[in-house]
């Protein structure tokens, strides 16, 4: 038996990419609310003349989305249907605090995710709550500059400790910032920046992250303190960078960048800065405003596990070579000529997923878990109704061998396995719904028609039969 007994299959979602109900039930207005999809969206999530505000039809996806909002007993039982042990979600901070700063949380907000932590339990499935995935209100950015300001630590504690009391006995496992490093690529989707010309930008990024850093384990510390058998993890987006060549520029190159994304998990997972992260602040006039207590809270609650997002290594030349392609999702490199990739030019690596796996086991030494990947796609709905996901199939296979391989023979302790989007959501980089990761179809498209009606896709049978056998039948 390759996977120990109480392995957690499942899948994962984001709030504000299913929910919908964007304005229903006393919800503030969020940043993921006021990003457009079309061709501004990218310049949104980096922080560039961000609106605040939306008024038109140009922000569909994130507002009705997949409607889960009203249809999560419905959803929940189809994910039970597969077999789900865990379900990972998230929080819509302006749920619960709608403009972020208030004294009282908000009572349908509370009542709502209660309702579906209750639905998951009464399928046997444990939720794993992300606090936040690429959420923050609104109201936080326009009146502190979003996660630049230090009050929003405060605020965050409020959130975390009221969500850990209400929930206690119901959720046992949370991520407190999805995608943590995101904050460098994307820099208004993970932390609310929008940049004034002339900014320094890693001044704004960096403090942004110190603060989200100190508000992680903080959030580490209420959890444990409110009761001692929560468990708390990171999130990265992960996946190793290979240099391009063994040319050692290159092979540097790809060291400096994968440290650019452990820096995140060297603090959760050991509780204090790296010296290369310092070193770099003092070379590049980076204040973070760090107090004793920040240093004190830091090294006093680093996280119980570390959980990863992993679609795809990535590849990094110092200088790129003449006719190279480049690749230009958040991370920007080199297209490894080795890997094909996907319909949006991710490249596809499954023995990078066991490569990215030993990586952080060997430098963490904390249990993995593996809480996001899967293959965006294009799907086609059949005459018959079918939906024929042999491709997605194939990618989700590869990655399980691997993972399995990871555990089996290379010793590495994982908890669990959550796919992106189980059920087909609104893509986070494109603000679409074509871009589909789902095992259950949903019937509706970029211009926002369709009947929203669910379908099983091929791989749902499939999926169901792999939780069924715990990764044996594959
Ligand atoms: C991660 C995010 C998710 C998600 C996923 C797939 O970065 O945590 O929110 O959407 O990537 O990306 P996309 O939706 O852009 O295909």
């Known amino acids: 038996m390759p996977f120990s007994e109480g392995f957690l299959w499942g899948g994962a979602t984001a709030a504000n990419q299913c929910e919908g109900g964007y304005d229903e039930g006393g919800r503030g207005l969020a940043n993921v609310d006021v990003i457009p999809h079309g061709p501004d969206r990218g310049p949104a999530m980096r922080g560039d003349g961000t609106p605040l505000s939306c008024d038109?039809?140009?922000?569909?996806?994130?507002?009705?989305?997949?409607?889960?909002?009203?249809?999560?007993?419905e959803d929940i039982?189809?994910?039970?249907?597969?077999?789900?042990?865990?379900?990972?979600?998230?929080?819509?901070?302006?749920?619960?605090f709608p403009g972020g700063?208030?004294?009282?949380?908000?009572?349908a907000g509370l009542a709502f995710y209660e309702d579906v932590f209750r639905c998951c339990r009464d399928h046997g499935i444990e939720p794993l709550v992300t606090i936040t995935h690429f959420d923050l209100p609104v109201h936080l950015i326009e009146e502190y500059g979003?996660?630049?300001?230090?009050?929003?630590?405060?605020?965050?504690?409020?959130?975390?400790?009221?969500?850990?009391?209400?929930y206690k006995g119901l959720v046992r496992y949370w991520l407190t910032f999805n995608e943590i490093n995101m904050i460098l690529h994307l820099p208004f989707m993970g932390a609310g920046l929008v940049f004034a010309e002339g900014e320094d930008r890693e001044?704004?990024?960096?403090?942004?992250?110190?603060?989200?850093?100190?508000?992680?384990?903080?959030a580490t510390k209420i959890a444990h303190e409110v009761d001692p058998g929560n468990k708390v993890g990171c999130m990265l987006a992960a996946g190793s960078y290979y240099p391009y060549s063994c040319n050692p520029a290159d092979?540097?190159?790809?060291?400096?960048?994968?440290?650019?994304?452990?820096f995140f998990v060297d603090v959760q997972a050991r509780g204090h800065y790296p010296a290369y992260a310092l070193k770099k602040f003092e070379r590049d006039g980076i204040d973070v405003g760090m107090t004793a207590e920040d240093e004190r809270v830091l090294a006093e609650n680093p996280v119980d596990f570390?959980?990863?997002?992993?679609?795809?290594?990535?590849?990094?030349?110092a200088e790129p070579p003449e006719g190279a392609e480049m690749t230009g999702n958040a991370f920007h490199g080199v297209k490894n000529p080795y890997l094909a990739a996907s319909q949006w030019g991710w490249a596809i690596d499954p023995l990078g997923l066991r490569i990215t796996m030993n990586d952080l086991w060997d430098r963490y030494q904390k249990p993995l878990f593996i809480v996001e990947n899967g293959l965006g796609a294009r799907d086609v709905v059949e005459a018959d109704g079918s939906i024929d996901d042999d491709y997605r199939i194939d990618y989700l296979r590869a990655h399980i061998e691997a993972m399995r391989d990871a555990v089996t023979e290379d010793g590495v302790e994982l908890l669990g396995y959550t796919t992106w989007g189980p059920i087909d959501l609104v893509s986070a980089s494109t603000g679409e719904m074509s871009k589909r990761y789902g095992f259950v179809y949903v019937d509706r498209d970029d211009a926002?028609?369709?009947?929203?009606?669910?379908?099983?896709?091929?791989?749902?049978?499939?999926?169901?039969?792999?939780?069924?056998?715990?990764?044996?039948?594959?």
């Open 146 to 166: 979003g996660w630049r300001s230090r009050e929003l630590i405060g605020f965050y504690q409020r959130l975390a400790r009221t969500l850990f009391t209400r």
């Open 56 to 73: 038109d039809a140009h922000y569909y996806p994130s507002h009705e989305a997949i409607d889960l909002y009203h249809r999560y007993r």
């Open 306 to 317: 570390v959980s990863f997002s992993y679609y795809s290594s990535r590849c990094t030349a």
């Open 203 to 218: 001044q704004a990024q960096y403090l942004a992250a110190h603060n989200e850093l100190v508000a992680s384990a903080w």
């Open 251 to 262: 092979v540097r190159d790809a060291q400096l960048k994968n440290q650019e994304n452990y």
């Open 101 to 107: 700063d208030e004294e009282e949380p908000n009572e």
């Open 448 to 474: 926002g028609e369709g009947t929203l009606e669910r379908r099983r896709k091929k791989s749902f049978w499939w999926y169901k039969k792999v939780i069924e056998s715990n990764g044996e039948d594959l």
């Open 77 to 96: 039982a189809l994910l039970a249907e597969m077999g789900f042990k865990v379900y990972r979600m998230s929080i819509a901070w302006t749920r619960i």
